[in-house]
C-alpha cells in the first residue's frame, strides 16, 4: 500500500487540487487529458480511478457469425448480444434479412456502421467505452427517466397527441444508452475481476441491475404512450392524471437514491409507495377496461421504482460494510 501526504493547491479561482503520485501515474499509463471516474464514497472518501481499458482485459476484436438468424428479430439480438460482450466486429454472411436488421439497429446502438463486402457484410461498432464509466450512463438514463416522466405527463394534460411522439423518441435515447450501459459494464466487470476488485464488482453488478430496472421503467412508458396513441386521450381521467403524478415523482426519486445510495429517501419511497399501491387498486376496481391497461403499468413502474429503492438501501449498507 502506497500512503503519502500532498498538499492542495489552487486551480483556478474556485477549484482545488491535488497532484497524482507518480508511482501511481506510471503504472497505469496516466496522461494528461485522460478522463478520470471519480467516486465519492459515504464515508467521505474519494476513488480515483482511469477510466480506460486496462490491458490484462483487452476487447474482442472480430468474430465471424455463419449463421446470424433464421428472422430479423434474431439477427438484431445476435447483434446486440456482440455489442454488449464488448466485440467490435462481426462479420456475416449477407440476406435481405441482415439488412433489414441493420437498418433497425442503426436506431437501436450507438456507434454502429456497417460494410457491404459482397460475399460478406462487416458490422462494425465503434464505441470508446474508456471515455465514459457506467456511473455516468447511470446518471443519464436517470436523466432520460425524468424527462421521459415530464413529457409523458405534459403530454397528457394539454391533451397533445404529436407530443407523445416525444415520448417514444426519448424512450429510444433511453434504450440506446442502456445497451451503451451493458457493454461499458461488461468491460468494467470484467477488469474488477481481473483485478480482484471485490467491492467494485459488487458494486458493479447492482449498477447492471439498476440500469435494467430504469429500462424497464422506460419500456412502461412506452407502451401506455402506444397504448393512448391507438385508442385516444378519452382514456386518461382526471383521477389517472392525479395518481401517474405520484407514481413519476416515485420513480424520479427512486433513480436518485439509487445514484446518490441516500438510505433515507429510499425509505421514504417505499412507504410512499405503500398509500399510492392502495390508490391503484381502489381505482383499477371502477375504471374502464381501456384504462386499466394504463393503470396496470403504472402498477409495473412503481413496483419498479421500489426495486431501485431496495438496491440503493442494500447498496448504501453494503458501501459502509466495505468501506
Known amino acids: 500500500m502506497l500512503v503519502e501526504t500532498r498538499k492542495v493547491i489552487s486551480a483556478g479561482r474556485r477549484s482545488r487540487a491535488v497532484t497524482l503520485p507518480k508511482k501511481w501515474v506510471v503504472e497505469h499509463g496516466v496522461k494528461p487529458g485522460d478522463p478520470m471516474e471519480i467516486v465519492l464514497e459515504e464515508d467521505g472518501s474519494l476513488r480515483i480511478r482511469p477510466l480506460k481499458t486496462s490491458p490484462a482485459t483487452p476487447m474482442v476484436s472480430e468474430v465471424f457469425v455463419e449463421k446470424p438468424g433464421s428472422n430479423v428479430n434474431d439477427i438484431v439480438f445476435t447483434l446486440i448480444g456482440y455489442y454488449v460482450n464488448g466485440y467490435n466486429v462481426v462479420v456475416m454472411p449477407p440476406s435481405p434479412q441482415v439488412y433489414e436488421a441493420l437498418s433497425r439497429l442503426e436506431d437501436m446502438l450507438i456507434g454502429v456502421l456497417y460494410i457491404d463486402l459482397g460475399e460478406q457484410v462487416k458490422v462494425k461498432f465503434i464505441v470508446s467505452e474508456g471515455k465514459i464509466g457506467s456511473y455516468e450512463i447511470a446518471s443519464r438514463l436517470a436523466g432520460l427517466l425524468s424527462r421521459l416522466s415530464s413529457k409523458y405527463m405534459d403530454s397528457l394534460e394539454t391533451g397533445s397527441m404529436m407530443d407523445l411522439n416525444d415520448v417514444l423518441r426519448i424512450e429510444s435515447e ?117 384504462t386499466q391497461m394504463l393503470i396496470s403499468e403504472l402498477e409495473i413502474m412503481l413496483a419498479l421504482a421500489a426495486d431501485l429503492a431496495e438496491i440503493a438501501i442494500m447498496d448504501s449498507i453494503t458501501s459502509r460494510k466495505h468501506a
Do not use: C, P
Open 174 to 290: 433511453v434504450d440506446r444508452l442502456y445497451y451503451l450501459g451493458l457493454r461499458v459494464l461488461n468491460t468494467e466487470l470484467t477488469r474488477s475481476i481481473a483485478e480482484w476488485h471485490i467491492k467494485e464488482y459488487v458494486r458493479l453488478s447492482s449498477m447492471r441491475v439498476a440500469l435494467k430496472v430504469m429500462e424497464d421503467i422506460s419500456d412502461a412508458f412506452d407502451r401506455s404512450t402506444r397504448t393512448i396513441l391507438r385508442l385516444g386521450l378519452g382514456i386518461v381521467s382526471e383521477e389517472y392524471l392525479k395518481i401517474l403524478r405520484s407514481v413519476s415523482k416515485i420513480v424520479v426519486d427512486a433513480a436518485q437514491s439509487f445514484l446518490e445510495l441516500d438510505r433515507l429517501k429510499a425509505s421514504r419511497i417505499l412507504k410512499l409507495r405503500i398509500d399510492v399501491k392502495k390508490d391503484l387498486v381502489e381505482f383499477k376496481k371502477k375504471a374502464s377496461v381501456e
